[in-house]
């Protein structure tokens, strides 16, 4: 008896504050992090979904996952060159490295590593970005950035990459490759 009054009890506060399941379009783990929804929105060519971890905000973040819905497109090829000339060529710092996730379930799943600089000379982004084409034929994005402050005199600071890169980005691509994009 006591047993059902504890759940009536509980069932009642649930319902009068409104307490609800993690939403897993609201919520990503990366790198044993927690990221939380704060920006998205949706247009003709693509739906984007900006996550931050509770210690960063928009205007000043360190770390970043963003996701994409192609719209319009059924294959990687149909958007890679238009991302590429808008996005990656004139952002870039180095050539991008570019990997082919050979175990996936998914008909294309590709692997982009590169460095933006956003033209504000006082860091850059590390960006770690996963493409994919579903089995259902959408083609889906998912971005890790770290921001990498710059040099007092606006270089890249070559220790400071390295010292976040050397120990995290083996785990990371491994990682990535077995994020569930939806």
Not at 4 to 21: D, E, F, P, S
Not at 72 to 80: G, M, S
Not at 144 to 150: D, N
Not at 151 to 160: A, C, L
């Amino acid at each position: 008896m006591n047993q059902k009054i504890y759940g009536t009890i509980l069932l009642y506060l649930m319902v009068i504050t409104n307490v609800q399941a993690a939403d897993p379009i609201k919520l990503e783990i990366f790198d044993e992090e927690e990221y939380q929804i704060v920006f998205t929105d949706s247009n003709e060519t693509n739906s984007i979904r900006e996550y931050l971890r509770k210690v960063d905000q928009l205007e000043k973040w360190d770390r970043m996952i963003t996701k994409f819905e192609w719209k319009n497109v059924q294959k990687i090829k149909e958007i890679l060159p238009t991302y590429t000339a808008k996005v990656i060529t004139p952002n870039s710092i180095r050539t991008p490295n570019v990997f082919q996730n050979t175990h996936s379930s998914q008909k294309e799943d590709y692997i982009f590593e590169f460095f933006l600089s956003p033209g504000t000379g006082g860091y850059i982004e590390y960006n770690l970005h996963r493409m994919i084409t579903t089995n259902e034929d959408k083609v889906l994005s998912f971005i890790f950035a770290i921001k990498i402050p710059m040099t007092g005199t606006k270089e890249v600071d070559q220790e400071t990459v390295r010292k976040i890169l050397e120990p995290n980005r083996t785990k990371w691509i491994a990682e990535i490759k077995e994020v569930k994009i939806n």
